[in-house]
T-cell receptor, first 112, second 118 residues
């Protein structure tokens, strides 16, 4: 079945470490997005990409990095510069202008 | 700049009551799309509806209905005869159409946690 796969579902990171969250889609969608969700703050946009090898910063990009080397993949790296990385991370993709986005099941990152 | 505000952080009602979730958006653009999503406890967002800025017709789908009013920049969502299974967090979102081909930002509101009590 077509969809978006995020892995892992749960991730624990020690302070000072970088960690990479995986997002893969087989929907042949052009655009992909990363969001962070904290209690009471809704979804905040970290990075987004329309095409391969091109991406833009969202509202809270500091401490994060992404790559878009393949159309189907949009990994997110949470670097040690991100001071409060514990959150629920959601990846999404969509096809064309104005279409709805499809979401993965999310990765819950905890700093220990 | 684009912004979506869902002023109701949490709503709790008894089953079978009607409930309306508010969504107010801000944009200077004339062409845009609005969306509603449902997030059940599993965490994955489920798409409910899309509306473009040129279509102000209200939409009804079963117990769900949406009221889009450009004059007040609102896109409210009503659940009629609510059920326990409607309990979830609901998000309103906005996207603009780029003038030239490019990435579209998709911006969400803070979400409203809806609890339907039996």
């Amino acid at each position: 079945d077509g969809g978006i796969t995020q892995s892992p579902k749960y991730l624990f990171r020690k302070e000072g470490q970088n960690v990479t969250l995986s997002c893969e889609q087989n929907l042949n969608h052009d655009a992909m997005y990363w969001y962070r969700q904290d209690p009471g703050q809704g979804l905040r946009l970290i990075y987004y990409s329309q095409i391969v090898n091109d991406f833009q910063k969202g509202d809270i990009a500091e401490g994060y990095s992404v790559s878009r080397e393949k159309k189907e993949s949009f990994p997110l790296t949470v670097t040690s510069a991100q001071k409060n990385p514990t959150a629920f991370y959601l990846c999404a993709s969509r096809q064309g202008l104005g279409t709805e986005a499809f979401f993965g099941q999310g990765t819950r990152l905890t700093v220990v | 700049a684009q912004k979506v505000t869902q002023a109701q952080t949490e709503i709790s009602v008894v089953e079978k009551e009607d409930v309306t979730l508010d969504c107010v958006y801000e944009t200077r653009d004339t062409t845009y799309y609005l969306f509603w999503y449902k997030q059940p406890p599993s965490g994955e967002l489920v798409f409910l509806i899309r509306r473009n800025s040129f279509d102000e017709q209200n939409e009804i789908s079963g117990r769900y209905s949406w009221n889009f009013q450009k004059s007040t920049s609102s896109f409210n969502f009503t659940i009629t005869a609510s059920q326990v299974v409607d309990s979830a967090v609901y998000f309103c979102a906005l996207t603009l159409l780029p003038i030239i081909q490019g990435a579209q930002k998709l911006v969400f509101g803070q979400g409203t946690r809806l609890t339907i009590n039996p």
